[in-house]
Structures are given as C-alpha cells and as structure tokens.
C-alpha cells in the first residue's frame, strides 16, 4: 500500500513538445492523492546525446518512465535503456494509436510533433490566445461579434483563467466582469455569433476568497465587497440579468476551470448543432 506523502520520481520523455505526456500524466497522478511525483521533463529528445542524457537522469533518479517518442530509432534505445536499468516504462499513446489502427484497418505514421505541426490549427490558437488577453476583464469591447465564446461573471468566479483555457482550444473568449451599478457594455445585448456565458458562485465561498485575495494585495476591509448582505444582492442581481437574457448561467462554485470550461464547449457546440 502506497503511505502518505510517498514521493516518486516520473520521468516525462518527449521527441516534440512534451505537453502530450505532461498532460496524461497529471491526470494519472492525480489518481493518487497520498502521493506526489518529482518530475523530470525531456522535450524534444531527437538525438543519441539528447538521449544519454536523459538515461543518465534515469539511472540517477529510477522511477516510472512515461513517453511520446515516434522517432523508432529513439524509442528503441529509450526502450532498451529502460529494460537495462529495470524501470517501468510506457508509451502514453500505444494502446489508442494501436486501437484507432485497427479499427481504421490502416497503420499509423509515427509522426514527430505531428500534434503541434505550423498548420492552420495551429495558427488559429495564437489568433485565439492574442484576441483573449486582448479582451481580458472587459478591454476592447467594441469587437465582441468577433468573440466565440462572451463570459460575463461576478468579481472571482476565475473568469481570465476559464478564458484562457478555452483560447488554448482555440476558442477566442471575451470576458467581462459584472459590478453592481457599472452597466455592461450594450453590444452584449445584440450578439448573434458568440455563446454568452454568465458565471455566478455561492456567496459564502465568493466572500471567502474576496477575503483572501483583499490580504494577499494588502488591501483594507473591503467594503460591500466581502460584505455578505451585499455580495448575496450582487450574485442575485447577475443572476436575474442572466436569467433575463436567456445566457447560459454556471455556478463554479465546486466546479475545476477545466470542469467549467468543458461546460462551456459542450453548451457551443450544441448551440451549433455539432
């Protein structure tokens, strides 16, 4: 059984980007709460001297080798370098790419980097990404039309965090605050392509993390904004404005960015008929 506050060392091996590996790693470790993974990230491995280093690291520091490698000649050493230190090693992608092949009846390229190749994809998410922070907490309102996704959301409902996960999807996201007295911008009123999106969260956490935020910038006391009479009429009142637009209204309250914005994608492409 695995004790408390075990530590292991997890070796991420990448012949791109690495954010593949990073990725389903972290969603595996997360598996396990009593345990935290030192980690040891290698992208873009494409060399016999990339790659002694990185088994030198290994024999240093032997733990679970995880890896995207689709250069055959690299993967082969990494594999035999793995088997000689007797470490326990896996291709991420093996048991999928191997599962698509076989139901596609065709075999698979092995591309390197072929997940972040300069194609048009790739292009869009900059574009994304740039209109994001650009329209980041109510800046540049005059071109929302342009946006896919608006978020309109009370002060600390994560609504630059949730946006900018969704710009590295490719989604270009605006996002307003909403500020009791301060009216929204009136464009918000006539959008017909962007998904509109209001977030809202229960007062008793909202004001916690006011509390918070307000001591960790030094801030004084605060006023109506950790006050919880007035943070509950400032939550009701974004949701009656909500309500009475017909925008997609989410509570984040238990709720992860990622949970969120899978929410947000889901609510998109059905608006689209995908």
């Known amino acids: 059984m695995v004790g408390t506050d075990k530590i ?3 070796h991420l091996v990448s012949d791109s980007t690495g954010e593949t590996v990073d990725g389903i790693a972290r969603a595996c470790v997360a ?14 491995i494409r060399t016999d001297a990339q790659l002694a280093r990185v088994l030198a690291d290994i024999e240093r520091n ?14 082969r050493k990494l594999e035999e370098g793995c088997r ?7 291709h991420v992608l093996d048991n999928t790419v191997t599962m698509m092949a076989g139901y596609l009846g065709q075999q698979s390229h092995g591309r390197t ?4 190749k300069m194609d048009e994809e790739y292009f869009n998410r900059i574009e994304a990404i740039d209109y994001t922070l650009t329209h980041d907490d109510g800046q540049s309102g005059w071109d929302l039309e342009e946006a896919d996704v608006v978020i309109v959301g ?3 409902t994560s609504k630059t965090p949730t946006s900018v ?3 590295n999807r490719g989604i270009k996201t605006a996002n307003i605050p909403f500020v009791p007295g301060c ?14 999106v209001g977030l809202i969260k229960d007062v008793d956490q909202l004001v916690s993390i006011r509390k918070n935020r307000l001591r960790q910038i030094e801030r004084g006391e605060g006023g109506d904004y950790v006050d919880p009479v007035a943070v509950r009429d400032e939550v009701h009142q974004a949701r009656r404005y909500f309500t009475e637009r017909s925008w997609k209204i989410i509570n984040v309250t238990r709720r992860s960015i990622e949970e969120t914005a899978a929410i947000i994608l889901s609510t998109m492409y059905d608006r689209r008929g995908h």
Do not use: C, M, N
């Open 113 to 116: 980097g072929a997940l972040h």
């Open 165 to 167: 996960y969704l710009a």
């Open 84 to 90: 000689r230190l007797q470490v326990p090693h896996s």
């Open 31 to 44: 598996q396990f709460p009593a345990v935290r993974a030192h980690e040891h990230v290698w992208s873009l």
């Open 62 to 75: 032997p733990g679970i080798v995880l890896y995207t490698v689709f250069d055959s000649d690299i993967r």
């Open 8 to 10: 292991f060392h997890l």
């Open 183 to 196: 009216p929204l911008p009136p464009e918000l009123d006539d959008l017909k392509k962007p998904l509109v």
């Open 154 to 156: 009370v002060s600390r």
